[in-house]
T-cell receptor, first 112, second 113 residues
Framework: DQQVKQNSPSLSVQEGRISILNCDYT??????FLWYKKYPAEGPTFLIS?????DKNEDGRFTVFLNKSAKHLSLHIVPSQPGDSAVYFC???????????FGPGTRLSVLP | DTEVTQTPKHLVMGMTNKKSLKCEQH?????MYWYKQKAKKPPELMFV???????INESVPSRFSPECPNSSLLNLHLHALQPEDSALYLC????????????FGSGTQLSVL
């Protein structure tokens, strides 16, 4: 039973437009969320995080939104660039924060 | 130094071999992790060490044996693996292990023949 879901396996976006990647979770104890970007045969690279006391966090082109009541978060990338093409993982942890559960990932392709 | 270094990058081993994966960080982090990632799947947590003590073992088979010799090093000893254990093994670290981002290494791609 997946506790963290990313229902879109893939997403294609034109360069310069907005990319929106979605993530849903089922465990109401999750209170800290991370987004990672991953290229093949490399380790995941941290992008942005958000804790449950916030509903938005912004870092440059990346913004994460959290809707606790809907158990939903989204990552917005504006403007999208070809170098953003990668697999994006959403991850969540509970109060103790040691066990991060990852979603299945969304492959983003940014087309020039 | 903001890197987590894993060696080797690639490893091919037979089912009767014994090998070890190594991970090192010099960021002063006190929590270190082993994750396993199969192709087109998310990383799955195997072990967590917190302040050099094993704090989480996600029901991993005993053919995988973790070791944390000191706060900078993490090993994963492999023995009698199965072909289905072939995967990318990722090491990560975080400052204290509580609601902080993980810093990942680039992984060891393991193939078991």
């Amino acid at each position: 039973d997946q506790q963290v879901k990313q229902n879109s396996p893939s997403l294609s976006v034109q360069e310069g437009r907005i990319s929106i990647l979605n993530c849903d979770y089922t465990n109401s104890m999750f209170d800290y969320f991370l987004w990672y970007k991953k290229y093949p045969a490399e380790g995941p690279t941290f992008l942005i995080s958000i804790s449950s006391i916030k509903d938005k966090n912004e870092d440059g082109r990346f913004t994460v939104f959290l809707n606790k009541s809907a158990k939903h978060l989204s990552l917005h990338i504006v403007p999208s660039q070809p170098g953003d093409s990668a697999v994006y993982f959403c991850a969540a942890s509970d109060n103790y924060g040691q066990n991060f559960v990852f979603g299945p990932g969304t492959r983003l392709s940014v087309l020039p | 130094d903001t890197e987590v270094t894993q060696t080797p990058k690639h490893l091919v081993m037979g089912m009767t071999n014994k090998k070890s994966l190594k991970c090192e960080q010099h960021m002063g982090h006190r929590a270190m992790y082993w994750y396993k990632q199969k192709a087109k799947k998310p990383p799955e947590l195997m072990f967590v060490y917190s302040y050099e003590k094993l704090s989480i073992n996600e029901s991993v088979p005993s053919r995988f044996s973790p070791e944390c010799p000191n706060s900078s090093l993490l090993n994963l000893h492999l023995h009698a693996l199965q072909p289905e254990d072939s995967a990318l093994y990722l090491c990560a670290s975080s400052p204290t292990g509580y609601n902080e981002k993980l810093f990942f290494g680039s992984g060891t791609q393991l193939s078991v023949l």
